[in-house]
């Protein structure tokens, strides 16, 4: 691991009490894993930050890809920041992007910081504390081209998180044409989609939801993405996203996306 360890790393993470590894990925080349109390949390590739190797990140990925002119540095503001997977990518993909990522566990990014550096030139600016409260404490004026949300890992959301009056607060720190983007880890009844749906609605002028066809069906636990735009939901992404994957990828707005609100 250039500029980190070779083998398997671990720290003990005082805030949730668990204790997160780093440790190759012997599928891939320059590959490694994040896990968090056990549970794989991230994947990173240091040799291609360019390439994700999980779906749902992928699948954000894309709709970063969409908010701007291709290769043109974006604003990113990472709400949860895990491995820094997509702050990697931005930086492969559009080098000088400025971003912020804000972090709960002040372990926990040191740790990624220490054993799994970020790119050459990477533009990261690194706050620790609680995703809501790290929007107030931004410079005034400061404005995203993208903001990602990606904290929800089941049904047990933070509730001031999950709410409309975030989502709001979100917006207000999007540029004109910046989208907000949430990741939302959930169980097979996809009642946290369903509620998030509706709370992004409030706050947004358009809400879509993008993830793998059968997430849809409401029958298995996983991830769906939602893009919260501040004009209309444009219908060329619909069909950008469904092209780009990974397959069977499914895009729902307007009406097609009033069966999950809540």
Known sequence: MTGGAAGTASRY?????QHATIEPDAFTDGGYVLSIGGA???HVNLSRPDEIFYEYLR???HLVDLAAPAGEPVKALHLGAGALTLA?????????SPQYAVELERELLDFVLRHLPLPEGTDL?????????????LAAGLTFDVVILDIFSGPEAP?????????????DRLSPDGVLIVNVGDEPALTLVRSQVAAMREAMADVAAFGEAGMFDARYPGNVILAGTQGPWPESWTTELAARGPHPARVLSGVDLDPFSA
């Open 13 to 17: 993470l005082r805030t949730t009490g």
């Open 40 to 42: 794989e949390q991230s």
């Open 59 to 61: 699948r954000i990925g």
């Open 88 to 96: 990697r990518y931005i930086q492969a993909t559009r080098p000088g």
């Open 125 to 137: 600016t690194t706050m620790i504390g609680d995703a809501r409260e790290a929007l107030g404490t």
């Open 159 to 171: 509730a001031h998180i999950a709410s409309s009056g975030f989502y709001r607060e979100a917006r």
